[in-house]
């Protein structure tokens, strides 16, 4: 397959005392109360479909949270309308990301008193005013607070984000910025057994993960530890590949048959992505001195099996390498965008990450896009 590949990379800071990267400094995660094996998906459904069994029990996915919509008096949970499915956006996303965001504040040692900008990141829902408003009246987070929503970018949108946030916090030395990503998938449903919406029914589960980033005021000052004296890891650098002839293979758009919005997914995807994550990765080491081999964490979106598969194949990873990100697609399902910041908070509770190590952040989505960020703690 012949692709034009656009490409587009933002070069690290010169290090050394006259600039300070940004640093990660705190990561929270939450999920939405109820938790389905796959089985138990397929039973609340009644989807008996031999092909779509195949494809839930085949998933890799023990478990996900889930809201599902109620029973009726005859045990049979009937498809909710596209205002229900949008009202049960907002409440979840107010509930995950309250959740993720005062966990990661702890994290950090901070308060919500000490956030100067919030980026909310959801591609399950539309709201207007966005979440990042809605969670400062929520929360009672300083109505000065800066803010930024990103809306209906995917499963890549985390790193679209961090990027953006990234720049700010440079910009801003000893100024507290979160990002966070609020997905609640079970708004975006779509309730049905047809092969269209299998593969998309049984992998996206409930997810929020907020990560807060912090430039030290003193450039000639290291902050290489958090409050619990762990290494926090410098954002050096991102790049991107956009595939455009796969624009159409990811998407979010109206189902004229079910009268709601509804995510679509080619089956090639995988492999077309796989086939792009040399490309980005090689440009995201450029001019580093850096080898793939000296990448010592790789936290990968927890796409799906096929997906990881075709990262660790084209990367030449091991299953030791994507361990979190199989562990995250395991426990919870694909989370969007908010999936690498699981498998990151999974690192960070190991304890495996030593200064000077170097890790690399990836996610891929819509576009189609991949993302990439390293990271040096």
Known sequence: MTTEIRETARPARETGAAAAHPRIVGVGTAVTAASYSQQEVLDAFGITDPKVRSVFLNSAIERRNLALPPEDAHGVRAPE??????????????????????????????????????????????????????????????????????????????????????????????????????????????????????VVNSLFGDGAAAVALLTDADADVAMDTDTDGEATPAVLKFASCVIPEAVDAMRYDWDRVQGRFSFFLDPQIPYVVGAHAELVVDRLLAGTGLRRSDIRHWLVHSGGKKVIDAVVVNLGL?????RHTV????????????????????????????????????????GSTIETALIRW
């Open 81 to 198: 309308s596209q205002g229900d499915l949008l009202d049960k956006h907002k409440q979840l996303a107010l509930e995950m990301g309250g959740e993720a965001l005062r966990a990661c504040l702890k994290k950090a040692g901070a308060e919500l008193t000490d956030l100067r900008h919030l980026c909310c990141v959801t591609s399950t829902g539309l709201l207007t005013p966005g979440i990042s408003a809605l969670l400062i009246r929520e929360l009672g987070i300083d109505r000065h607070c800066g803010r930024t929503d990103i809306v209906g970018m995917g499963c890549n949108a985390g790193l679209n984000a961090l990027g953006v946030v990234a720049g700010w916090s440079a910009a801003h030395p000893g100024e507290l910025a979160v990002v966070l990503c609020v997905e609640a998938c079970s708004a975006a449903y779509t309730v049905d057994s047809t092969m269209r919406t299998a």
């Open 318 to 322: 091991t299953r030791h390498d994507v």
């Open 327 to 366: 562990g995250v697609l395991r426990d919870h399902g694909n989370v969007s965008s908010g999936s690498f910041l699981f498998s990151y908070e999974r690192l960070l509770e190991e304890g495996a990450a030593r200064p000077g190590e170097y890790g690399v952040l990836m996610t891929m989505g819509p």
